[in-house]
């Protein structure tokens, strides 16, 4: 069989200095978050939620390279759930991980039907259809013994719920990298949380994964997720290194320059309070430094704006 020109060019860039260059700052980028928010110890079962998109298809395709490595020892299992959406080619995924040899789980259940039943036409079935999805991931991950679910959001997935609860929720709170699932039962882990989609989203091509469609329960991508994306994108086009400036926030929070009084004892504070970052409240804030010296997510913490040294 010959290949397609499209399908033998990404051959090609699979091995070019570009693609290899990619998947190293990828793994790094997966390696660092894993050490910094101690996600996978020695013994650990991971089970990697795979949904055929092009996050967890890219999302396992790094953990299985940084296992073959890492100095602990860990098991991986795919799972899929096939929600019996219309139009779900069902063979696609166990194909994949039967070529690629990684031990997998799928598991069909028809929570089309149960959404489609349920929630009347023109209404968002997100809700219903995700907490079910969620129980029955925790089922599963009970049943394989997993310690740890992992799941393909990245950093922008990170950067637009911040925004999404900023905009309409009235809270500071975006995706953390790790999380006790909200049943108290499981540890829920963001292995991507330091790669930025666009990296994935190239990665993913060149690596010609079998891409399941996502629209095929007819729901619309979230409207509100939508704008805030476009708003992001609209920041990275027009002001390089605001992106990496805020995800780098993620990681530098001042409780003492808030107004959540849960956080940081305001009753309390006295001239004795010592403040992590200074006092500038006669000052005008700092400019913002350069986009050169604003350092990536993941990097030893960032100057911030407005601290007085
Ligand atoms: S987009 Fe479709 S599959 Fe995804 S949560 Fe919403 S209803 Fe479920």
Same mark, same amino acid.
């Given at each position: 069989?010959?290949?397609?020109?499209?399908?033998?060019?990404? *051959? =090609?860039?699979? &091995?070019?200095?570009?693609?290899?260059?990619?998947?190293?700052?990828?793994?790094?980028?997966?390696?660092?978050?894993?050490?910094?928010?101690?996600?996978?110890?020695?013994? =650990?079962?991971?089970?990697? +939620?795979?949904?055929?998109?092009? @996050?967890?298809?890219?999302?396992?395709?790094?953990?299985?390279?940084?296992?073959?490595?890492?100095?602990?020892?860990?098991?991986?299992? *795919?799972?899929?759930? =096939?929600?019996?959406?219309?139009?779900?080619? #069902?063979?696609?995924?166990?194909?994949?991980?039967?070529?690629?040899?990684?031990?997998?789980?799928?598991?069909?259940?028809?929570?089309?039907?149960?959404?489609?039943?349920?929630?009347?036409?023109?209404?968002?079935?997100?809700?219903? +259809?995700?907490?079910?999805?969620?129980?029955?991931?925790?089922?599963? #991950?009970?049943?394989?013994?997993?310690?740890?679910? *992992?799941?393909?959001?990245?950093?922008?997935?990170?950067?637009?719920?911040? &925004?999404?609860?900023?905009?309409?929720?009235?809270?500071?709170?975006?995706?953390?990298?790790?999380?006790?699932? @909200?049943?108290?039962?499981?540890?829920?882990?963001?292995?991507?949380?330091? +790669?930025?989609?666009?990296?994935?989203?190239? &990665?993913?091509?060149?690596?010609?994964?079998?891409?399941?469609? +996502?629209?095929?329960?007819?729901?619309?991508?979230?409207?509100?997720?939508?704008?805030?994306? #476009?708003?992001?994108?609209?920041?990275?086009?027009?002001?390089?290194?605001?992106?990496?400036?805020?995800?780098?926030?993620?990681?530098?929070?001042?409780?003492?320059?808030?107004? @959540?009084?849960?956080?940081?004892?305001?009753?309390?504070?006295?001239? @004795?309070?010592?403040?992590?970052?200074?006092?500038?409240?006669?000052?005008?804030?700092?400019?913002?430094?350069? *986009?050169?010296?604003?350092?990536?997510?993941?990097?030893?913490? #960032?100057?911030?704006?407005?601290?007085?040294?």
């Amino acid at each position: 069989m010959s290949l397609s020109p499209q399908t033998a060019e990404n *051959a =090609d860039n699979r &091995f070019s200095n570009t693609f290899l260059r990619l998947k190293k700052k990828l793994e790094r980028g997966v390696g660092e978050a894993i050490a910094d928010f101690n996600m996978i110890a020695d013994g =650990d079962t991971v089970m990697v +939620c795979v949904s055929g998109g092009k @996050d967890s298809f890219s999302l396992l395709s790094i953990l299985l390279a940084l296992r073959e490595r890492a100095p602990v020892d860990f098991r991986i299992v *795919a799972m899929n759930l =096939d929600q019996k959406q219309p139009g779900f080619p #069902a063979d696609v995924l166990p194909a994949y991980f039967e070529s690629i040899g990684v031990e997998y789980r799928i598991v069909t259940e028809d929570t089309y039907s149960i959404v489609r039943d349920k929630i009347p036409a023109g209404k968002t079935t997100c809700s219903l +259809c995700s907490r079910l999805r969620r129980g029955i991931i925790y089922r599963v #991950a009970r049943e394989i013994g997993a310690t740890r679910i *992992a799941l393909g959001h990245h950093r922008d997935d990170m950067l637009e719920t911040l &925004f999404l609860n900023m905009f309409f929720g009235g809270k500071i709170k975006a995706m953390p990298p790790k999380l006790v699932s @909200d049943d108290g039962q499981h540890v829920v882990i963001r292995p991507l949380a330091y +790669c930025t989609e666009n990296d994935i989203a190239r &990665f993913a091509r060149a690596m010609e994964y079998p891409i399941i469609p +996502c629209n095929l329960c007819g729901s619309q991508e979230n409207a509100q997720r939508k704008q805030i994306k #476009a708003m992001l994108n609209g920041w990275a086009r027009d002001y390089p290194g605001r992106i990496e400036s805020l995800a780098t926030a993620l990681q530098n929070v001042v409780p003492s320059h808030l107004a @959540d009084q849960r956080l940081f004892d305001f009753q309390g504070l006295t001239r @004795d309070t010592v403040v992590s970052e200074g006092d500038t409240a006669f000052d005008p804030p700092e400019l913002p430094a350069p *986009a050169a010296e604003i350092i990536h997510v993941g990097s030893p913490r #960032a100057p911030s704006v407005g601290t007085s040294t």
